[in-house]
């Protein structure tokens, strides 16, 4: 079946620092992969996505590429802020048996010091 | 914002009641999936409605069920409530039509706590 992984948190950084989450995954078929992140007391909001191989999903200064080679999808971020500080969840989406559901990772909590 | 609305936000349930959360799909999509979130846990999925019908189920037992019906809103109802389903649920919308599937996009949540 579908799975994803990503590295456990928390991460701490200081404010400016550059930003690395891994996340590899195990997919039948040509996945979506996505980040989604989730402010406290939140719902998920979708941050960026990609949908074929070598794609490149960008947004507020986020980015991931898809490497099929490696399967990972690992997200990266060149200075991050305090307001930057949440839950990243990384997930991936592909047909099975006429469905697509989004399958999700732990999540990796992100806590950036001023 | 999403478009996506659940309610209630908070709910507190006694052990052994009955419970039913409500979404809102945003306005186009056709398709809901609901997930439970446990504290520091990932999403997990539950079961997905496509055009009133359910369209793949987690690992969960009976006694979560779920309707959606004719404008594409949907139901969790969860029955025997037991202290372990305390959580966040989350639904979340999407338009699925032959070779088109959007990603999906979640409501706020219903955190429901089982006393």
């Known amino acids: 079946g579908n799975s994803v992984t990503q590295m456990e948190g928390p991460v701490t950084l200081s404010e400016e620092a550059f930003l690395t989450i891994n996340c590899t995954y195990t997919?039948?078929?040509?996945?979506?992969l996505f980040w989604y992140v989730q402010y406290p007391g939140e719902g998920l909001q979708l941050l960026l996505k990609?949908?074929?191989?070598?794609d490149k999903g960008s947004n507020k200064g986020f980015e991931a590429t898809y490497r099929k080679e490696t399967t990972s999808f690992h997200l990266e971020k060149g200075s991050v802020q305090v307001s930057d500080s949440a839950v990243y969840f990384c997930a991936l989406s592909s047909a099975s048996g006429g469905s697509y559901i989004p399958t999700f990772g732990r999540g990796t909590s992100l806590i950036v010091h001023p | 914002e999403t478009g996506v609305t659940q309610s209630p936000t908070h709910l507190i349930k006694t052990r052994g009641q009955q419970v039913t959360l409500r979404c809102s799909s945003q306005?186009?999509?056709?398709?809901v999936s609901w997930y439970q979130q446990a504290l520091g846990q990932g999403p997990q999925f539950i079961f997905q409605y496509y055009r009133e019908e359910e369209n793949g189920r987690g690992n969960f037992p009976p006694r979560f069920s779920g309707l959606q019906f004719p404008n594409y809103s949907s139901e969790l109802n969860v029955n025997a409530l037991e202290l372990d389903d305390s959580a966040l649920y989350l639904c979340?919308?999407?338009?699925?039509?032959?070779?088109?599937?959007?990603?999906?996009?979640f409501g706020q949540g219903t955190r429901l706590t089982v006393v």
């Open positions: 990609a949908t074929k191989a070598d």
């Open positions: 979340a919308s999407s338009l699925r039509d032959r070779n088109l599937n959007t990603e999906a996009f």
């Open positions: 306005s186009g999509h056709n398709t």
């Open positions: 997919a039948t078929g040509y996945p979506s």
